[in-house]
Structure formats: C-alpha cells, structure tokens
C-alpha cells in the first residue's frame, strides 16, 4: 500500500469514481493503474498505447 505525504496526490481521487489514466506511450498509465488498483480503486481505466497509438488511429483528442 501506498503511503500519504504532501507530494502525493493520489489520496485526493475518489476510489469509487471512474478513473482514465492516460500516458505518452501507455507504460507509465500502466503501472498507474495497476497501483491505484491494488490500493482499493474500483474502475481504473488505462488507455492502452497511450497518446501515440490514439493520435495513430486517428482517435480525436479533446483537451479540456
């Protein structure tokens, strides 16, 4: 389990909302979402591939 200090803010995501983690490559998301998992989070998502694979298959990108 992870621990709390002021630099992390994990502990700050609702465990019971739906979460989309989203990287370059789908690597680091990956591992993300693997931690947030094994720390009680319900519906983590993890975009496969990342940003690269998404902008290679035409996907649209919307920023906020």
Known sequence: NWTRSNNDLWY???PNKKIAIICRSGVRSLRASELLVQNGYKDVI???GGMLLA???GLDIVKP
């Open 12 to 14: 700050k995501i609702d």
């Open 46 to 48: 993890n975009l496969s």
């Open 55 to 57: 902008t290679q298959k």
